[in-house]
């Protein structure tokens, strides 16, 4: 194969100066392949396409050498990395959605804890209540997940003056702005938290993580805002507390997803939904671009990839 093939979601001719050496095939998930999938090399997957259109061609790619996703959950593609040849590598979005799902988990809290829903449902019924609402300002928070979209997270935070981060992440280690404490730290720092929010990966140790102990080590009318994955929340649990008015959440994610109409998590008090949008914004598109771009020119010359999260058949998440 002399001239590998590279497949995008984008038309090529609107991405600029990519490397001359390769050729550039567009596919975002029609139902039929633009190309022979065995030419492939470099697969940037359809986004959000859905898990069943973003592993179709791989079973026709024998080839393929980086498989790069443009989110930052690569979870949907797992499970095809022991199919994938010895020398590929299975790439996600690395910072990319960090600043939109930091913006997102703000705008959640801020939202929530202001109830914003509930001044809505009063407009449109032209009714005027006051009342006095929990602030961000001098709460206690706690990140869940302390990656990148979790400092990002933090960035957006400090200017609001919360009283204090706690940051929480598979291990304990240091940070520029202080401890990050390990996940087995988690029932002692709970109690603490007026504000949870999860940030981390869905990987099989944290699915479920946030389950009926979590929760119930969380203190009264505390706030969960999940940016995550939903699978990382027990919906079962959440809507035990939530019904129980307990505990709020603010959820950009669910489980199951999309959410049925007639689930009752679109019903229970104290809950704000928003329909996955931490990443889809304005910014998405220039940023995904950028990373192609970077990705597509180390790979051109013969570079190591950035954003590597599994490599020949192994799990490096």
Same mark, same amino acid.
């Given at each position: 194969?002399?001239? +590998?093939?590279?497949?995008?979601?984008?038309?090529?001719?609107?991405?600029?100066?990519?490397? /001359?050496?390769? %050729?550039?095939?567009?596919?975002? #998930?029609?139902?039929?392949?633009?190309? *022979?999938?065995?030419?492939?090399?470099?697969?940037?997957? +359809?986004?959000?396409?859905?898990?069943?259109?973003?592993?179709?061609?791989?079973?026709?790619?024998?080839?393929?050498?980086?498989?790069?996703?443009?989110?930052?959950?690569?979870?949907?593609?797992?499970?095809?990395?022991?199919?994938?040849? &010895? $020398?590929?590598? =299975?790439?996600?979005?690395? $910072?990319?959605?960090?600043? /939109?799902?930091?913006?997102?988990?703000?705008? =959640?809290?801020? &939202?929530?804890?202001? *109830?914003?829903?509930?001044?809505?449902?009063?407009?449109?019924? #032209?009714?005027?209540?006051?009342?006095?609402?929990? /602030?961000?300002?001098?709460?206690?928070?706690?990140?869940?997940?302390?990656?990148?979209?979790?400092?990002?997270?933090? $960035?957006?935070?400090?200017?609001?003056?919360?009283?204090?981060?706690?940051?929480?992440?598979?291990? &304990?280690?240091?940070?520029?702005?202080?401890?990050?404490?390990?996940?087995?730290?988690?029932?002692?720092?709970?109690?603490?938290?007026?504000?949870?929010?999860?940030?981390?990966?869905?990987?099989?140790?944290?699915?479920?993580?946030?389950?009926?102990?979590?929760?119930?080590?969380?203190?009264?009318?505390?706030?969960?805002? %999940?940016? &995550?994955?939903?699978?990382?929340?027990?919906?079962?649990?959440?809507?035990?507390?939530?019904?129980?008015? !307990?505990?709020?959440?603010?959820?950009?994610?669910? $489980?199951?997803? +999309?959410?049925?109409?007639?689930?009752?998590?679109?019903?229970?008090?104290?809950?704000?939904?928003? +329909?996955?949008?931490? #990443?889809?914004?304005?910014?998405?598109?220039?940023?995904?671009? !950028?990373?192609?771009?970077?990705?597509?020119?180390?790979?051109?010359?013969?570079?190591?990839? !950035?954003?590597?999260?599994?490599?020949?058949?192994? /799990?490096?998440?």
């Amino acid at each position: 194969m002399t001239t +590998p093939d590279v497949w995008l979601p984008f038309p090529p001719a609107e991405l600029a100066s990519l490397p /001359s050496s390769l %050729n550039y095939v567009h596919w975002n #998930g029609e139902p039929d392949f633009p190309a *022979d999938p065995a030419r492939c090399a470099f697969y940037a997957v +359809p986004y959000m396409k859905g898990a069943e259109v973003a592993v179709r061609p791989l079973a026709h790619m024998p080839r393929v050498r980086v498989v790069q996703t443009l989110t930052a959950g690569v979870e949907h593609m797992l499970p095809r990395v022991p199919d994938l040849p &010895a $020398d590929a590598v =299975l790439c996600n979005a690395g $910072d990319l959605h960090n600043t /939109s799902t930091g913006e997102l988990a703000l705008a =959640l809290a801020l &939202a929530a804890q202001r *109830d914003i829903p509930g001044a809505v449902r009063n407009a449109q019924q #032209g009714r005027w209540e006051s009342a006095v609402r929990p /602030s961000l300002a001098d709460r206690r928070v706690l990140i869940l997940g302390y990656g990148g979209i979790g400092g990002a997270v933090e $960035d957006r935070l400090l200017p609001f003056e919360v009283a204090e981060v706690i940051r929480v992440a598979s291990r &304990a280690r240091e940070s520029e702005r202080g401890p990050v404490h390990g996940i087995d730290e988690l029932p002692g720092l709970l109690p603490l938290a007026e504000i949870v929010f999860v940030t981390t990966p869905l990987t099989e140790a944290t699915r479920g993580l946030v389950g009926a102990e979590f929760l119930a080590r969380m203190p009264d009318d505390a706030l969960l805002v %999940n940016v &995550a994955r939903g699978a990382v929340v027990d919906t079962k649990a959440l809507l035990a507390e939530l019904e129980s008015g !307990r505990l709020r959440a603010a959820l950009d994610v669910t $489980d199951p997803e +999309p959410l049925p109409a007639e689930h009752p998590l679109w019903r229970a008090p104290g809950v704000l939904i928003t +329909p996955h949008v931490g #990443g889809p914004t304005s910014a998405f598109r220039p940023r995904a671009e !950028r990373l192609l771009h970077a990705q597509l020119t180390r790979f051109a010359a013969g570079e190591p990839l !950035r954003h590597v999260v599994a490599a020949g058949g192994a /799990s490096t998440v």
